[in-house]
């Protein structure tokens, strides 16, 4: 819940204050969900690609930065970038957004030493989107 208040609230903020960012009509990924069955296979492919390799990935480049790259806290922000980066497809909007999630969920990873929060955090985020989308 806490993610989802903070995703409306960035957004909110952002389209009142820089609506510029907001520079994609429509999101290009909502496109590929026109029937039930790829609604289906879109979830499975953001529960996997989306919750689980994307947080294994930030897990292990979180901790390759703190044992030998300068430390957690550059890791954080560079993988952060990078993250919001790949998303740009989506609008400026969509990757400050989802850069400030990377943080997020790399926090949680740094604090509870687990990728179980941030992956379930993670999946869970991006299942609401679709059901989001669906509900429109």
Known sequence: PGVVLFVLLTLTLI???AP???NVEE???ESLLQTPRDAVIFSMVVIIAGGVREELQRAFILRRFEQHL???SVGLVVF???FGAGHLIQGWDAALVTAMLG???GVVFLTRRS???PMVSHAGFNILEI???LSQ
């Open 70 to 72: 300068g430390g957690a």
């Open 20 to 22: 510029w960012l907001h």
């Open 80 to 82: 952060s970038v990078a």
């Open 115 to 117: 990728v179980i929060a």
């Open 103 to 105: 943080v997020v969920w």
């Open 15 to 17: 389209r009142g204050f």
């Open 131 to 133: 059901v989001r989308h």
């Open 27 to 29: 999101n290009p990924l």
